[in-house]
């Protein structure tokens, strides 16, 4: 990066270096805002889902005859914990369908749940009094990007790899290796995605009580990334079910429910975090934006915010997971290559085994070519061994358009089988040559 005209402090340094995270959201901007004709399957937008777009439009045009939710949408700041009527109806609709024992008291709204990472993963790691620095253990990579940068100090995330269970000649899952899991004491926090992204895998619930009950044992905070998840918007394809109790902080956020624009996350927790997150927001934003949760609210009184995930948003991912891994099986036939079981979000993570080229170049030459995906070697904050397999893997969205996502998939399938050719092209010209020479 060049000089700033101005000296940045370290804090400057740090939160404005290039991230992975200001990669792929400058790539979504950029696409999304029209400035070039890609094939987007980079980022992590939701789909236009025909049935909540018209829940919206109905909502936006009753708030805008309703003085009294106009007013609270807009020309009030609302608590920094967040609006209050909606962290109530939240409270009692959790309670009532999952015997949840919350209050409002649980509940803290932030300004996206990306903002809940932050405000978490520096509340119970960083530097500590005694000169030392706790960490946020990631207990599987891959895993979110969008953590990797948080830190306000470095070195703050520390992450394991996963078990591979090879399930068919094209598909595998990602297990949590429970073998080499140990929470030490320097962990403050441990934290998963569920579904994760970058994979679409889904935790087992065996697998979540086991890592909750770990935390326990060490004293930490689980915090559960329910971004995709669960209890909505549900985009999760299989049988999993919601885990929340005190010892555990569930992040959820209404962007994955077709609803990124208005920044709404939702943090349930003991009242005590809630508190120390109502304490700093009321530093860094004062309050929190009321859009999304006076857009929400009826939703949550009636419960249709649960029934629209199984109802609408689930399925049509779900169909468009099957169609996105079929052109994949079919563009990509007799290469190398592995699918990670979609189990849910809107991802599919493709392992190339034996790829020639990393996967950052495999994404530049796409992106050349007319296709944004991104690189697998982000997903992996917080680990620090070698391991060839991050530069083998790429995450394609098929959020967008079956039209955008075929073509993207067959542009993909391309760019990888040139970059075999040449590898194999390169071997063959490396053997003839000696043999060659030999003759002369
Ligand atoms: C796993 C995961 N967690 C959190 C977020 C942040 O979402 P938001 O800040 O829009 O709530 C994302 C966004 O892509 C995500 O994929």
């Not at 803290?108 to 005694?130: M, V």
């Not at 060490?218 to 919601?242: C, E, M, N, Q």
């Amino acid at each position: 990066m060049s000089r700033p005209r101005f000296p940045y402090s370290v804090f400057g340094e740090r939160f404005t270096r290039p991230t992975g995270a200001l990669e792929l959201m400058d790539d979504l901007g950029r696409a999304l805002g029209g400035d070039a004709d890609v094939a987007f399957l980079g980022g992590g937008n939701p789909a236009k889902i025909p049935a909540v777009q018209a829940l919206v439009r109905r909502r936006l045009r009753e708030v805008a005859e309703d003085p009294a939710a106009l007013e609270r949408m807009v020309s009030n700041y609302a608590h920094p914990a967040g609006d209050l009527p909606f962290r109530r109806a939240l409270a009692s609709l959790l309670a009532r369908e999952y015997g949840w024992a919350l209050t409002e008291d649980h509940i803290a709204l932030t300004a996206g749940s990306q903002a809940s990472f932050f405000l978490l993963f520096n509340l119970f790691a960083g530097r500590t009094r005694d000169g030392g620095l706790r960490r946020v253990l990631l207990p599987m990579t891959p895993e979110y990007v969008g953590y990797a940068d948080v830190g306000l100090d470095d070195g703050l995330i520390v992450s394991r790899r996963p078990a591979i269970d090879e399930r068919s000649d094209h598909t595998f899952k990602y297990r949590v290796d429970f073998t080499s899991l140990t929470i030490g004491t320097d962990i403050g926090a441990v934290c998963v995605s569920r579904p994760a992204n970058p994979t679409g895998n889904v935790l087992t619930d065996d697998e979540l009580a086991r890592l909750a009950s770990l935390c326990r044992a060490a004293k930490v905070p689980l915090i559960i990334d329910g971004a995709y998840g669960l209890p909505f918007p549900s985009i999760v394809f299989g049988r999993a079910t919601p885990l929340w109790n005190e010892d555990i902080i569930l992040c959820l956020s209404l962007s994955k429910l077709g609803l990124p624009g208005v920044r709404t996350g939702i943090v349930v927790a003991h009242p005590e975090i809630v508190a120390a997150l109502t304490n700093m927001t009321a530093v860094l934003n004062l309050a929190v934006g009321s859009v999304g949760p006076v857009l929400a609210q009826p939703w949550v009184e009636s419960g249709e915010i649960l029934t629209l995930g199984a109802r609408a948003i689930m399925p049509y991912y779900r169909d468009k997971a099957l169609r996105a891994r079929e052109l994949v099986e079919r563009e990509l036939e007799g290469l190398p290559f592995r699918m990670h079981e979609p189990e849910g979000a809107f991802f599919l993570w493709l392992w190339l085994p034996g790829l020639p080229i990393p996967s950052a170049e495999l994404y530049r030459r796409l992106k050349a070519a007319g296709v944004l995906v991104l690189s697998g070697h982000y997903f992996f904050p917080g680990l620090d061994e070698p391991w060839p397999h991050r530069d083998e893997c790429i995450r394609i969205s098929y959020a967008q358009d079956d039209e955008t996502v075929a073509r993207g998939i067959r542009i993909l399938a391309r760019e990888v089988r040139a970059a075999f050719d040449e590898a194999n092209a390169g071997r063959a010209g490396r053997r003839e040559r000696p043999s060659a020479g030999a003759g002369t």
